[in-house]
């Protein structure tokens, strides 16, 4: 069953030749089996999940209506909330911390059906590109045990890499659901800013952050995006329009879409992503797109832009972490000051003291005009820039990721940590859509993703010319060997 699309899963329950509970059982039993090598899940809900099974079999025996996504076995990012679960964010934190509502994703994926199977890994409060900042365990790539998965969703794309689940939801900031889709060779979808709603999501970049699916193919990340992508009254961000259907607008073609690229910005690629970027036009190219030339120099901001204004968002939405309110209280403290400074100095990992600093000095009332305000001043120029190259193409074809998944504990220098993220971060500061699709490997068997990224509400087409790409390279059906087998 593990080789199956979360559609065909839902198939296998709604015809009867599998139960809710057989399904669940199944894949409970692949967790354990498989998930102490790559380490992708905090918590697994056995019982949660299989108390649901049994009231889906009941509700198909009794004939009563049965929702979009049946019987369907969903890991979650351990940063959106679950009423009466654990929410850790990976953080020592709130290694207690229970959450007393459910965020809207959750809502909307059960009132489909879809069966919450547990809690996945990620970098400590999603900071960081590789996983090793979660304080707990690190989360390791089914394609390689010795590299990273990506990050900051690392166990929400392991896990569906080595199908423990066919689905899980992730957050993305700066590239955290498209860099570790391209590191595991699955589909990672990351929203326009506003389609799905945050809320019930941990803050980070409340400017930048959005929920978004890994799926094993583009089918079911049209699936999911059906399901999510809904106005929300509790998000003030969250787009007022209707739900959109995703998959009847698939198994489209090509011809004369116009394609962007980049060509300059993308001038010094590593060789071998350079040689697979170029392999993957040659397919749209075949396909009956044409290629234009645009111009996204500005681009080589992103970085610099993303790294003030996220942590200058960070600084403010991780001040509620007071040991007070939310967090582990400092047994050493002896005074109010002490609980607040003791309990988030023993609270918060390194990476995300870092941020809080940076965020707080960008912030500072000598400094905001040097950096806050000049950075927001060039994000408006890379919005402009976007607007512009779609005057001239229907969507934009970069790399997902600089290089395929690095080793892990290779990168120490979080400057070199922060520039994986070149070819993501700048689609979260303008808002946009796009799907990480895998696009071959590399000469160590590791996954190639690219990443097509859209206008402003065009997730649809989004998915469309990723499942394109997908059905004409037919690659998604690759499984890492080491977990290729019941
Ligand atoms: N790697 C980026 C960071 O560390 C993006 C993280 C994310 O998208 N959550 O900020």
Redesign the pocket.
Known sequence: MYKKSALEIKELFIHKKKSSVEIIKYFLKRIEKYDPQIKSFIEVYNERALKKAKELDQRLKENKPIGKLASIPIAIKDNILIRNENCTCASKFLKNYKAPYNASVIELLEKEDAIIIGKTNL?EF????SGENSSFFVTKNPWDLSCTPG??SSGSAASVAARLVPISLG??????IRQPAAFCGIIGHKPTYGRVSRYGLVA?GSSLDQIGPFTTNTLDAALVMEVLGSKCEMDATSLHLPNETYLENLNKDLKSKKIGIPFHFLENLNPSTKKNFDESIEVFKKLGADIVDINLDILKYSIAVYYIL?TAEASTNLARFDGIRYGVRSKNAKSIEEVYELSRDEGFGKEVKRRIILGSYVLSSSHQDAFYKKASKVRSLIINAYNEAFEKCDFILMPTSPTTSFKLNSIQDPVSM?L??LFTISVNLSALPATSVPSGFDSENKPFGIQIIGPQMHDVNVIKYANIFERKLSIFNKIPPMFDKE
């Open positions: 970098d999603a900071m960081g590109s990050g900051s957050t993305d900031t700066g590239g955290s980070f996220a922060y994986q993220d």
